[in-house]
C-alpha cells in the first residue's frame, strides 16, 4: 500500500528584490515605469486589479514617489505604504488569497515584491 499526502490547502510564497547596485535600481525604475506607460498608468499611486474580491491600498508621505500594487487573481488584499521622498516600489500579486503589506522608508528606494498565492 501506498502512502497520501493531503494537498496544501492555501499559502504563499513572497519574494523581495531589492537592487543591489545603482545600475539594477536604474533598471527596476524604469522596469516600473515601462509597466506604468503599457497599462496606461500615471506618476504616484497606482492599483491595477483584475479579479474579484481585492482590495489594495497606497499611502505616500513624501514627494517624488510612485507605487504600484497589480493584483491578478481573486482575494488579494495588498497595501503599499511609502514614508519619504522619491521612492519607487510595486507589488505584484498573482493565484488566489495573497495577504501583503510593505512599507518602504528613507529617500530614492527601489524596489519589488512578487507574491503568488493557491
Same mark, same amino acid.
Request: hydrophobic fraction near 35%; proline fraction near 4%; charge should be negative.
Given at each position: 500500500s501506498g502512502y497520501t499526502v493531503p494537498a496544501h490547502a492555501g499559502g504563499q510564497i513572497a519574494i523581495d528584490i531589492v537592487?543591489?547596485?545603482a $545600475? $539594477? $535600481?536604474q533598471a527596476m525604475r =524604469?522596469?516600473?515605469q515601462i509597466y506604468s506607460i503599457v497599462n496606461g498608468l500615471q506618476n504616484g499611486a497606482n492599483i491595477n486589479q483584475l479579479?474579484?474580491?481585492n482590495m489594495a491600498g497606497i499611502a505616500q508621505n513624501g514627494g517624488g514617489n510612485f507605487g504600484v500594487v497589480?493584483?491578478?487573481g481573486n482575494g488579494h488584499s495588498g +497595501? *503599499?505604504?511609502q514614508n519619504g521622498n522619491d521612492n519607487a516600489y510595486g507589488v505584484f500579486q498573482f493565484g488566489e488569497n495573497t495577504n501583503t503589506d &510593505? &512599507?518602504?522608508n528613507g529617500n530614492g528606494g527601489t524596489g =519589488? +515584491? *512578487?507574491v503568488f498565492g493557491w
Open positions: 537592487p543591489g547596485s $545600475e $539594477e $535600481e =524604469a522596469g516600473l479579479g474579484i474580491n497589480h493584483q491578478q +497595501t *503599499l505604504q &510593505v &512599507v518602504q =519589488a +515584491t *512578487l
